[in-house]
């Protein structure tokens, strides 16, 4: 059994970076002048020569990581999910995914648990954006391990990845001694027949949280870990509507273009059953304590709970409407 490490998966990335720098010695880090905050810091102290910062310029910085993946080389260009994903959309769509390139994107400081930065640094459509682009695999961790799992996996995949990250320290989940983390296939964290939450990132926790206080009340709910938000398992989803019959998502993103819509899409054209996104509605931040803006916006196993109860009320009634 591993340490129960609570760390931020910004850190933690940074952090695998680091230790992974020998296995991959065509691996270049760029950075848009925020290395300390990305934690790519944690690179450049050991391979300073292979660290390029690349100033506050997001656009030209993926530009350069394109350059550097038709190279031969294996770029990993780091910043903020509101400057990678939406300031750098365009280089990011024509000289990335439009080649597919192998470059590694790192969305740092994604979600309204941003906090104090405000609306214009909390990042709530990145996997939308992501989502759009044909090719783009979109990874969404949810603690230390599954970070440090999830950077070994996009550096041996090839084609454009993007990674997305928090700022705020979360609970582990995953402490397994041999945790596996394969592209695609997500992970059954806690088995049930009423009903299933699949989550994402640090919502992981908050679904787990619910599952086990929805448990005293005799409802036993499925936890999907659906840390890769594209290419989507499928199956799972599949599975998990048969066998429940009732479908919540869990995601710090926008309910619009994220894990809650692309759950939706499967479920649409293969199962129907009854469903609830949770998530930010259509809106925007605002500044405040991280921790707090996530009470705020409903992003809490409490909310989960009352949306398991919501969702129960529906599989009934649909139940009793087709007898």
Sequence with gaps: MKENIK??????????????AGQYPQMVVLDADLAKATRTDLFKAVCPERFVDCGIAEANMMGVAAGLA???????????AMFSAER????????????????????THA?????????????????????????????????????MAAVKAMLDYD?????????????????????????????????????AIIAAGSMVYEAMKAADLLESEG?????????????????????AARETGA???????????????????????????????????????????GSDLMDQFGLRASNLIEAVHRILLRKQAEKESSV
């Design 7 to 20: 760390k931020a998966t910004r850190e933690s990335f940074g952090m695998a970076l680091a230790k992974m």
């Design 70 to 80: 038709a190279s031969g080389k294996l770029p990993v260009a780091a910043t903020f």
């Design 88 to 107: 750098a959309m365009e280089q990011i769509r024509n000289s990335i995914g439009y080649p597919h390139l192998n470059v590694k994107i790192a969305g």
């Design 111 to 147: 979600g309204i648990s941003v906090g104090e930065d405000g609306a214009s640094h909390q990042c709530n459509e990145d996997c939308a954006a992501m989502r759009s682009i044909p090719g783009m695999t979109i990874l969404c961790p949810s603690d230390h391990y599954e970070t």
């Design 159 to 195: 084609g454009p990845v993007y990674l997305r990250l928090g700022r705020l320290p979360v609970e582990c989940i995953n402490r397994e001694e041999n945790y596996s983390f394969q592209i695609g296939k997500s992970i059954l964290k806690k088995k049930g027949r009423d009903a």
């Design 219 to 239: 409802i036993h709910v499925r936890v999907l870990n659906m840390h890769t938000l594209k290419p989507l398992d499928e199956k799972a989803v599949i599975l």
């Design 247 to 289: 479908i919540i998502t869990a995601e710090e993103h926008s309910v619009i273009g994220g894990l809650g819509d692309a759950v939706g899409d499967v479920l649409l054209r293969t199962f129907p059953v009854p469903m609830e996104k949770i998530g930010i509605q259509d809106r925007y931040g605002y500044s405040g304590p």
